[in-house]
């Protein structure tokens, strides 16, 4: 039975799986004028605040998350900076993402429900020695119920996402190939490259009629002899 | 500032595509002939690579590999974020994965009952006998008359159209009061479709100032206009064997006598001797087991395109591209990127053991009524069994799959409803009001035609001039583009009747429209 192919980037020949970064996110708040009960009026912007462990500031590499029907997106950082050593008051606010596009026609489903990846280089700030991060979302759109952000996850710097590692066959994608001494003592060449293409003839047929036994077989040991259709 | 994520994820495609490519026979054929090559003149060892690649392009294989990797490119989707699992890339919408599974669940609980009714089982091996005379009337299968009244489709296209006006958001704002959220037509779910502007962007070689055929050929214009000239181009294309050109090339219509080839080059068919054995071998699958979808075929086929004026003279190849169809596993292939899921079963008596689980039928399409009429036709420009049965493949794989499952894509049938629809409403919004106000919903009328792609409705030439446009945008919206069109030539008669029954009759005739200029009209002459 052939499942469907799986998706490249799954796992195949990757590197050590990379591990997101600690930090709690807190479930997203609105921003609305009003009493939240009982305003007819649907906010139009939330807020998730990310807090990192305070004594393990991270250098951002990259944020990853599942949209989930939320329009534009701000990000703002908070980093520890070496002329904060000793300051007790409160850490300056960095926007680092303004405005990010997630939904480019927000009445509409496109968008609505993908994946996506923020980049350090796409970021309008340095985004390193990060203690907080917060979110800031908005649905201008009044057509939805909620928007958020789910599987929402930082990496640090040094590690990747994903995205960004290759299996090893991709960047050996044209092998070298070593030209032979071939002063002194040889078999005939026309004789040798005969030879050479017979081999490979018979390893092709062989290779090709595995591939065909595979395809095409639809039954188990000859037997198609089912019961009912299932419904899982 | 995007450069490093643009780049990578072109890797991640091209990483893709080699990855697809390298179990084709035409890895292994290019395999070959550059090995072959080794002892021709030209190639030096000093300069092994370049020679060979120069080789490759002079014998027209790095052509060859250009069109598969084109291919490629046009049927798969572009790579999903590596964090979204598999079914993100069949759907990205939850709901409508949930929906599309609930109506497969339907479909395998009718043919279920079906089967447990009639006591007829889903898969059975033919004695000997039975096979030996199959084999012998393997050309005649249409003189066959068997006995077929007990069984019935197992969905037609208005119990699709259903459970399509049923499907909701849940996190969209579906009040009872009636508000701008609520859209007046049938479908009710927010997905994305073009205006005109944006349409008349999109099929800009329809436009009035470019030479079409199905309008610059007819009688009246003299073929030096347009005719010989774009005759010529597509045989330099024929030559050339470009995919991506003639992909172009066909947006302004097929020559009737270069249409077989070009929509070959298109879908990157070659009928190859090995494609001919797979075909064989298909056939083979057929003559050794019966299954009951078979008998679905041949009620389809009873009932549609044997009764067509146009199409009854093709039911032998109609049985043999079907039957064949529904054995080929190569199918299944596709269901990584359609929403829907193929049916699975157990071999009697292991229940539950994965390594006895089956797909059924083999290539995991049911075929519902009217299912036939995608391959008719085909059948007016491919008379060899096997290369009609491999442009029809391809055809499935690539387009008539989406207009029978529920999904988001913009060649979708929801989407193409949606369209249709809210083209009719925002040029037509009299004609629309009013048919809204007698009960009858346009898209209770050309959702049919839709499902069918048109096949059936209209006449013959017609068809194949609307599907040469569906090729070379590698998109069904035109469908819905047609279908609104059809509406706006009609709309003085459809102004007048006062119920549903008389709108389905002023409708009820297409075989007389001409394609080409409804569609220009609508799109480049009417005012907005």
Redesign the interface.
Known sequence: MEPPAPSLGHGAGFPMAPDPALCTVRSPVALQVGDVKTDLARPGVAVIDVALPPTQPLDLQEIVFKNSYTAFLTVRVQRRRPCDVGREGARKWVTCLWNHCLMPSPHTEAGSQDYFSVFRHQMLCDVDQVTAVRLILRQPSPVWLHFTLEELRLYPRGQQSLQTGFPSWLSNLAPQQQPENLHGGVPDPEKVSTEVQQLWVLTEMIRANQTAARIGRFDVDGCYDINLLSYT | ??M??QD?GL??A???I???LK?S?LH?QL??QA??S??KPEIK??S??EDIKEFLKTSGWEKRLQNAVYSELNVFPS??????P?E??KE???YMRKAQGSWE?RI??S??SM??ELSI?????RPIGEQKELLNKWNEMGTDEPDLSLFRPVYAPKDFLEVLMNLR?????NGDQPSF?NHLGLIQ????VKDIPELRDYFSELGLNTGQLGIDDSTQVPPELFENEHVRVGQTVLTEQDSAAAQQYVRQGCPTALRAELWALILNISNQP?DIL?YE??KS?VIQ?DLLVDSLIYKDVKLTASNDDYYFVFEDYLYQVLLCFS????V??H??YSSATP??????GK?GLE??????P?NGVIPFHGFSMYVAPLCFLYHEPSKLYQIFREMYVRFFFRLHSIS?HPSGIVSLCLLFETLLQTHLPQLFYHLREIGAQPLRISFKWMVRAFSGYLATDQLLLLWDRILGYNSLEILAVLAAAVFAFRAVNLMEVTSLAAAEAVLADLSTLKVMPLLQIFLFATVT
């Open positions: 500032m995007m490093l994520e990578t890797s991640l091209i990483a893709q080699v990855q697809r179990g026979s292994s395999e070959r090995r072959g080794l002892h060892l000093d092994l690579k790579p999903c974020h590596p964090a979204a598999p993100h890339m990205p919408l939850v669940k395998l609980k043919l279920n089967c447990t089982p889903l898969a059975r091996k958001n849940p996190n969209y704002e959220r779910v927010p997905l994305k090995e797979y071998q298909l699958n087991h054995r080929d596993t190569s299944l292939e269901f990584s049916p699975k079963s157990y071999i009697r229940l390594e006895y689980a089956v797909f059924y083999p988001s």
